[in-house]
């Protein structure tokens, strides 16, 4: 469910428009013919690791079905704290490819955008308000 959501027209256009450029950053950059990708550059894609934390919290921390309905604030916590952690480390990998940012930028920002996907289904996991 946390990747389903690209399949749905608004989001299919924002994916592509993200893919177009990434396309056109690699293209006009070309990171790996100009030697430019140094070996720490790889430590970008680190950043894949925060999906499967979210939905591990998500399942770890989901609404119990008891009558109260409470939605679990400690994961809610966590969530919150991951959803940061990944925006604060994705600017942090922008920031550090000197030379490649439009590369970097295109990079973290499909990955973020896949992230929501991950931080939507863990909202709804964690609150029990689904659609």
Same mark, same amino acid.
């Given at each position: 469910?946390?990747?389903?959501?690209?399949?749905?027209?608004?989001?299919?256009?924002?994916?592509?428009?993200?893919?177009?450029?990434?396309?056109?950053?690699?293209? %006009?950059q070309r990171p790996f013919q100009k030697g430019r990708w140094s070996s720490s550059y790889w430590l970008v894609f680190t950043q894949i690791l925060f999906?499967?934390?979210?939905? !591990?919290?998500?399942?770890?921390?989901? =609404? #119990?079905?008891?009558? %109260?309905?409470?939605?679990?604030?400690?994961? #809610?916590?966590?969530? #919150? =704290?991951?959803? $940061?952690?990944?925006? =604060?480390?994705?600017?942090?990998?922008? $920031?550090? &490819?000197?030379?490649?940012? $439009? %590369?970097?930028?295109?990079?973290? /920002?499909?990955?973020? +955008?896949? +992230?929501? !996907?991950?931080? +939507?289904? /863990?909202? &709804?996991?964690?609150? !029990?308000? $689904?659609?």
């Open positions: 469910m946390a990747a389903e959501f690209v399949v749905y027209p608004p989001f299919l256009v924002v994916f592509g428009l993200l893919i177009v450029n990434l396309i056109c950053a690699y293209m %006009t999906y499967p934390a979210v939905i !591990g919290v998500a399942v770890l921390g989901g =609404v #119990s079905f008891q009558p %109260t309905h409470e939605p679990n604030k400690v994961a #809610s916590l966590w969530v #919150s =704290v991951l959803w $940061w952690a990944s925006l =604060v480390l994705g600017v942090l990998w922008t $920031w550090r &490819m000197k030379g490649i940012r $439009w %590369t970097a930028f295109s990079l973290v /920002a499909l990955q973020e +955008f896949l +992230f929501l !996907g991950a931080f +939507f289904t /863990a909202d &709804m996991a964690i609150s !029990g308000r $689904w659609l």
